[in-house]
């Protein structure tokens, strides 16, 4: 690095300091404004997953529901049927005592 700066002084090369980084920068590594750019696209792909994720499960929970609450209403007018029956046969039961 020390080299490129000297020759950029005396004239030599018209490099710019990212240039000059670039030229330099160790292969295969990345630099703290790439990681955090890196690690903020992985955050921000993993919060998508999560997402989608509870989506799906909520549209689960949510027929389920809906499953429950037809069942509930089935039973709820079933049970309004037999206690019919049942008061006519009471009333049947006291008019025959």
Known sequence: MKRLLKQRKVGE????DEEIYAKI???GKHNIRDRQADKAMNEAA???KEA???N?????ITKKLKDVERENKNFEESNEEYNK???KDDEEISKND
Not at 13 to 16: A, G, M, P, R
Not at 56 to 60: H, L, S
Request: aromatic share 0%.
């Open 25 to 27: 920068k160790p292969k």
């Open 85 to 87: 029956e049942e008061d």
């Open 46 to 48: 993993e919060a998508k």
């Open 56 to 60: 799906e499960q909520n549209k689960i």
């Open 13 to 16: 090369i018209s490099l710019t």
């Open 52 to 54: 989608i994720n509870a």
